[in-house]
């Protein structure tokens, strides 16, 4: 059985459980709006956590190299384990905030990359400890000890991100599969006029908004996790998901509140004898 087959094992392990609790608990004392929308990484436009992370994995790594070359680089690795640890925190933050939008398979195997994570940050830690009352060989050993355990965090990361699509814009596939000609929606009257409805164009979920004889269109799935935005609600000119209470403009599909940080597809709209009409946007 391949290793990543074996991860989906942790997804199903329930006595994760009590600890994915009590990091929800923590994550609720996170900030919200334009601060929570920053640690997600809405003005990016892309999760800010992958962002963060390259700078103490890479600060650890290079100490770590450092540490295998021949010659004196000791006050060199040195620093680059205690910058590696000054910039985990706001690495741990956004991914904290990023993990407590997601499924309980992915925040099962959130609490186990955490936990190697800051095994990882505790040895460096330690190793910059040991290098401060100059047992060199000591805190080359730790250090090496955390970049094994980072390793592996970042490994489950990977698992979260890739594998379960943490993160990754799950409606981009359906813009593929929209139709490039006109397709039929049905009557503009079947659209409630002040709110949201759903339709389907040629099997692709499409959430319509009316505003009296104003209509607009966008792929109908929360780039976040995949939610029914037709089941979600008109709030200050956006739709919210209703699932994790992500807001797109109705104007545009921008995000205005994360966590999605893509933006939803706008479609082409075109009304013709009380029907309205959707296709694809031209490139």
């Known amino acids: 059985m391949r290793l990543g087959e074996r991860l989906r094992r942790i997804e199903r392990e329930g006595r994760l459980d009590p600890t994915v609790s009590r990091m929800k608990k923590l994550a609720r004392r996170l900030p919200s709006g334009k601060p929570r929308d920053l640690l997600h990484g809405v003005p990016l436009g892309h999760p800010l956590h992958p962002v963060m992370v390259h700078l103490p994995i890479g600060s650890w790594t290079a100490a770590v190299v450092l540490d295998l070359f021949p010659g004196n680089h000791s006050r060199s690795a040195h620093i680059l384990v205690d910058v590696g640890l000054l910039t985990a925190l706001p690495a741990v933050v956004s991914g904290l905030a990023d993990w407590s939008q997601q499924h309980e398979r992915q925040q099962r195997v959130g609490v186990v990359h955490a936990a190697l994570n800051a095994t990882g940050a505790v040895l460096f830690a330690a190793s910059s400890v040991a290098r401060y009352r100059e047992r060199e060989a000591e805190g080359k050993a730790l250090a090496l000890c955390g970049a094994g355990a980072v390793g592996l965090g970042g490994y489950l990361g990977g698992h979260i991100s ?103 597809e706008a479609l082409e709209t075109s009304t013709a004898d009380g029907r309205l009409w959707v296709r694809r946007p031209a490139t």
């Open 162 to 264: 890739y594998y379960r699509a943490g993160g990754a814009n799950s409606a981009d596939a359906f813009l593929d599969r929209t139709p490039r000609d006109w397709c039929d929606l049905g009557p503009l009257d079947g659209f409630p006029d002040g709110g949201v409805g759903g339709a389907d164009a040629a099997g692709v979920p499409v959430v319509v908004a009316r505003r009296d004889r104003t209509v607009s269109a966008m792929l109908g799935v929360c780039t976040h996790m995949g939610a029914p935005l037709a089941q979600g609600e008109p709030v200050n000119g956006c739709v919210r998901c209703p699932w994790h209470g992500s807001e797109f403009s109705l104007d545009d599909g921008t995000v205005v509140h994360g966590p999605a940080t893509a933006s939803l």
